[in-house]
């Protein structure tokens, strides 16, 4: 059963689970004066530990530039931003820089392997640049969970595109972050590798306990969450749990029509 929540401008987290990353009344604009554009217009937002979350909206709406605040990947003009109890908002940059290194993982749609490394190579080098050495269970369970058993030597290469974004979904793992921030992560696959790669995010939410938080346009991906957070002119606008295709299709269907009449 499919339940969506009508809220006016923020999201919570369903209930009393443990948050993850928040935002509290962030603004982000870009020039001034007369050129002024909010991208985010005093957005309030939880992300649930232990969930997988999914932002949505129409094209323009905010979504990828809240997930860029929410990652310490963008500044914001005004608000804080929470890494769980580390407010990131005011952070110098090389601090920030080790909080991403170290406590967060990013999934984007390009896979972004270095070629003259084998599968196994690129998982570990975020772990090798910052001299830590990874904890070999683990990564065990991660390239288990991820389907690459038998892959682990090949280059990028040798890869479909599908297992070459695996080999990026095992390297966000691999460092066990607080976090995951997926980008349109499946927007470079068809739907059967995208499927597949979904799939594998959902486990690692199920089996590992892993936090994911992923800007999507595609239903079909959204379904794949616990939670679809929904903007609309930089403001959150609704929320769905245990969403289903069919049903955000149809709520993405009310933000084409309000564009039209509006």
């Not at 957005?43 to 979350?53: H, K, N, P």
């Not at 390239?143 to 058993?149: K, P, R």
């Not at 616990?226 to 769905?240: H, K, P, S, T, W």
């Amino acid at each position: 059963m499919t339940t969506a929540v009508t809220i006016p401008r923020h999201g919570g987290t369903g209930g009393g689970t443990a948050v993850a990353a928040r935002a509290r009344q962030v603004v982000k604009a870009y020039g001034s004066g007369e050129t002024r554009v909010v991208a985010l217009d005093r957005v309030d937002v939880d992300m649930a530990r232990g969930q997988f979350t999914a932002i949505m909206g129409p094209s323009g709406s905010g979504k990828s530039t809240l997930m860029h605040c929410l990652a310490g990947l963008d500044t914001v003009t005004s608000g804080q931003i929470h890494l769980d109890d580390t407010e990131i908002t005011g952070l110098k940059d090389k601090r920030l820089t080790q909080l991403r290194r170290d406590r967060i993982g990013f999934i984007f749609q390009a896979f972004n392997l270095l070629p003259t490394l084998n599968a196994l190579e690129n998982i570990t080098l975020p772990m090798d640049i910052a001299g830590r050495r990874p904890d070999e269970k683990w990564l065990e369970r991660v390239v288990e969970t991820v389907g690459l058993a038998g892959r682990l030597k090949h280059r990028p290469t040798q890869l479909s595109g599908g297992q070459q974004q695996r080999v990026a979904v095992a390297r966000a793992l691999a460092s066990r972050p607080e976090i995951i921030f997926g980008d349109e992560p499946t927007g470079n696959l068809d739907s059967r590798a995208g499927a597949e790669v979904l799939g594998f995010l959902r486990r690692s939410v199920d089996e590992l306990g892993q936090t994911i938080v992923m800007v999507t346009h595609d239903p079909v991906a959204a379904s794949y969450a616990d939670r679809v957070v929904f903007l609309a002119d930089g403001r959150i606008v609704d929320e769905m749990f245990h969403p289903t295709a069919d049903a955000v299709l149809d709520r993405m269907k009310d933000f084409d029509a309000r564009g039209r009449t509006s």
